[in-house]
């Protein structure tokens, strides 16, 4: 890192913020996951440094730092530009809803917008008096799943992901925010490890990146597990899969929301005859659709149709996933 000596005569909290922010600029790191610029994100070095937790206190911007700690927050924005680690993976921790979970390599970085439907109990498509049972499909972290325990504390939650590494940090969350009794980790590939269970919201941020997406991808997101990214040449692989299936996991009053991201465009070229409720949200954030169960059910065979075509084209099949065969 370029004047490493001069950095070492900083003193305050700002004075390493904005030293940082400036090099992080300079380096030209890709900001999103959990923050949109270099100053924030210099912020959250420092403060994980000095075993604080923002928002800081205004007394505390010019506190000076001691040798010791000026060493730990330049080792760790040196890690932030040589290696371009996303900084939830530095700190352990990234926030969703509001909440505080544990992050590292073997999940995605929390950052769906779902987390504004979360915090609004799903109004005005989920009736929270009637929800009693969740599904949080590819689950990665238990972020989801947690968030929505706490919004409907009589709920039960399953959390569901394919990677057993994933799982095992969505269980050390479900321990950290002490919802064992809630919330349940589940090894499943999609739907293939579940009961007939009847589900009243079932919620998915699956992946959906496509493959000219995934070439292009910054180092950052580079860094994060390629099985909780990847979906195929369109980026519809599973949710393809997850349409075709998930009438039979829903109450007849049951909801299916899903984020696709960049993959809205062919997801409604894919289906114009389905009338998707493609979903706003205040704090930015876009393609996530909702749709109830009964219009699963009348489009029941059309996704099915989508669905076998990638079952049978070994091609289309995505790496580390073991679809059955709908019957």
């Not at 530095?90 to 909440?99: H, M, R």
């Not at 689950?139 to 989801?144: A, E, F, K, N």
């Not at 399953?158 to 095992?168: C, F, K, R, W, Y």
């Not at 580079?222 to 195929?232: I, Y």
Request: charged residues 20%; aromatic residues 8%.
């Amino acid at each position: 890192m370029k004047n490493r000596e001069a950095a070492m005569q900083l003193n305050s909290i700002v004075d390493f913020v904005r030293w940082g922010a400036s090099h992080f600029n300079e380096a030209k790191l890709y900001f999103g996951h959990g923050s949109n610029n270099a100053v924030d994100e210099a912020l959250f070095l420092t403060l994980h440094a000095l075993h604080l937790t923002p928002p800081l206190a205004p007394e505390l911007h010019h506190a000076c730092l001691t040798d010791a700690e000026k060493e730990a927050v330049l080792s760790l924005f040196q890690r932030r530009i040589d290696e371009r680690l996303p900084v939830p993976y530095l700190t352990n921790e990234a926030w969703f809803c509001g909440l505080g979970f544990y992050v590292d390599e073997r999940v995605l970085v929390p950052r769906s917008p779902i987390a504004e439907l979360i915090e609004q109990r799903f109004t005005p498509w989920v009736d929270a008096e009637c929800t009693e049972n969740i599904l949080d499909l590819c689950s990665g972290s238990g972020c989801i799943a947690i968030a929505c325990a706490l919004a409907f504390p009589w709920a039960e939650v399953d959390a569901a992901d394919i990677s057993v590494e994933a799982l095992e940090v969505a269980q050390i969350n479900i321990e950290r925010h002490q919802m064992q009794r809630q919330v349940r980790a589940i090894h499943s590939d999609l739907f293939n490890g579940l009961s007939a269970k009847g589900y009243d919201l079932i919620v998915s941020n699956p992946p959906y990146v496509d493959a000219e997406d995934m070439a292009a991808l910054p180092q950052e997101f580079q860094k994060e597990p390629e099985l909780g990214l990847a979906a195929g040449d369109n980026g519809l692989g599973l949710v393809l899969h997850i349409l075709a299936q998930a009438s039979d996991y829903l109450t007849s009053h049951g909801v299916l929301i899903v984020e696709v991201g960049n993959s809205d465009e062919a997801l409604v070229e894919r289906f114009p005859e389905v009338p998707f409720e493609w979903l706003g949200f205040e704090r930015g954030g876009h393609g996530v659709f909702l749709i109830q169960a009964e219009t699963l059910l009348e489009h029941r065979q059309l996704f099915q149709k989508a669905s076998e075509a990638v079952f049978s084209n070994p091609e289309m099949r995505l790496k580390g996933r073991c679809f059955r065969p709908l019957s």
